[in-house]
């Protein structure tokens, strides 16, 4: 997708030095919750995180929840704890009828309703009412919008426009004129269309229509320990790094991205920025000064920017990702968000990973993957 949202922000991985600052990095809960004053501090918070990690009893009702339930705060004298319901009720407490603690993970059940409101948002041509969709995840129209945004991080409403504009772009992509393309998205009419297209697609429906027309680019192929390499640029800064097995492919990949843009092969001063690029990816940890034209819709660019925060020699998975950007049901789109991603290495889809840890698809090739990875421990070994 080739929306045009432009950046001038330098591209910059730490190395080992800088580790610590690692924002996804999430501890276990069995860590979180080891002692009695920090399952006390979850059951204050109701922190849902703390849920099937442990559970907490009352002495004085003889009831045992779990630590996000809504009940009145108890006394902290007459509050116990324990690892489970079994141990909870061995002890003489039966289960809170209001948490339900041997119901099934209420964070569970709340993901799989945000599931099919989604679903039924994507699939409806006009965007159903509140009251609709809250009726098919089995919830109030109220506590349905609150759940909705705590699960993806916007409201119902801006999750049906973003919608929208995915269709907008596809229809654009699949050349239909910007009238008719703007009807099969949804919108009611071209001015509001007009009005949201620089959030939902980077720039005007016209504009992304042109395929790149009156921008100049400037490219090179060279060549790297992984092959080859391309590097393009618009005045704004980097636009494209690409890996591929040979030049011919990676130029016709570029033409087809930007049909109607005036593509100039690389004069003597550009080769300088297509060696900076493969001394990036030669010395992993190297600081990569060059400034980046990001194009991409609002959420890949979300993806992106969690993706710059991984330092050097570190992985994350998708579904960490996904948390971090707020959207923690939306592990596929984050995958396909890096799959999209036009720039290798500067914005290094490559340390993200399974949430085994195992390697997964990478639009280069798993064998790059694993190579960059494997580059990038030996460079913050001690």
């Known amino acids: 997708m080739h929306t045009s949202t432009r950046s001038t922000k330098r591209s910059q991985v730490s190395g080992a030095a800088s580790a610590h600052r690692l924002a996804i990095s999430i501890p276990h809960p069995a860590t979180r919750f080891a002692d009695d004053d920090a399952c006390w501090q979850a059951v204050c918070t109701r922190d849902r995180s703390a849920?099937?990690?442990?559970?907490?009893?009352?002495?004085?009702?003889?009831?045992?929840?779990?630590?996000?339930?809504?009940?009145?705060?108890?006394?902290?004298?007459?509050?116990?704890?324990?690892?489970?319901?079994?141990?909870?009720?061995?002890?003489?407490?039966?289960?809170?009828?209001?948490?339900?603690?041997?119901?099934?993970?209420?964070q569970s059940r709340h993901a799989a309703s945000i599931a099919k409101a989604c679903a039924l948002i994507e699939s409806a041509e006009d965007m159903p009412s509140l009251e609709a969709i809250a009726a098919v995840a089995g919830l109030s129209r109220y506590h349905f919008h609150r759940v909705f945004k705590q699960h993806m991080g916007v409201t119902p409403k801006a999750y049906a426009s973003r919608t929208r504009g995915l269709r907008l772009a596809q229809e654009i992509h699949n050349g239909a004129t910007i009238t008719e393309a703007i009807y099969a998205a949804g919108f009611n009419s071209t001015a509001r269309c007009y009005a949201q297209s620089s959030g939902l697609l980077g720039m005007r429906p016209s504009a992304f229509k042109a395929h790149g027309r009156g921008t100049v680019i400037r490219f090179a192929v060279?060549?790297?320990?992984?092959?080859?390499?391309?590097?393009?640029?618009?005045?704004?800064?980097?636009?494209?790094?690409?890996?591929?097995?040979?030049?011919?492919?990676?130029?016709?990949?570029?033409?087809?991205?930007?049909?109607?843009?005036?593509?100039?092969?690389?004069?003597?001063?550009f080769e300088e920025w297509v060696a900076t690029v493969i001394g990036f990816i030669e010395r992993p940890g190297s600081t990569m000064d060059l400034p980046l034209d990001i194009r991409g819709t609002a959420f890949q660019q979300r993806v992106w920017q969690a993706l710059t925060k991984i330092p050097c020699g570190q992985t994350a998975s998708y579904t960490e990702i996904a948390t971090v950007i707020g959207q923690p049901s939306a592990v596929r789109a984050v995958a396909l968000a890096c799959a999209a991603n036009p720039l290798a290495v500067a914005i290094p889809c490559h340390r993200v990973v399974r949430t085994d840890r195992a390697l997964a698809g990478y639009r280069w090739g798993i064998e790059r993957k694993r190579a960059l990875l494997n580059r990038e421990l030996e460079a913050v070994s001690p």
């Open 222 to 269: 060279g060549l790297c320990s992984l092959g080859s390499v391309l590097v393009a640029a618009t005045k704004d800064g980097v636009c494209a790094i690409q890996f591929g097995d040979d030049a011919e492919t990676l130029v016709r990949e570029l033409q087809d991205r930007f049909k109607a843009a005036e593509l100039i092969g690389a004069d003597a001063s």
């Open 51 to 106: 849920d099937r990690v442990f559970y907490y009893s009352v002495r004085t009702t003889g009831v045992y929840c779990r630590p996000s339930c809504a009940a009145r705060l108890a006394r902290r004298e007459n509050v116990r704890f324990h690892p489970s319901c079994d141990a909870a009720e061995e002890a003489g407490f039966r289960a809170c009828k209001r948490c339900q603690p041997r119901a099934g993970d209420l």
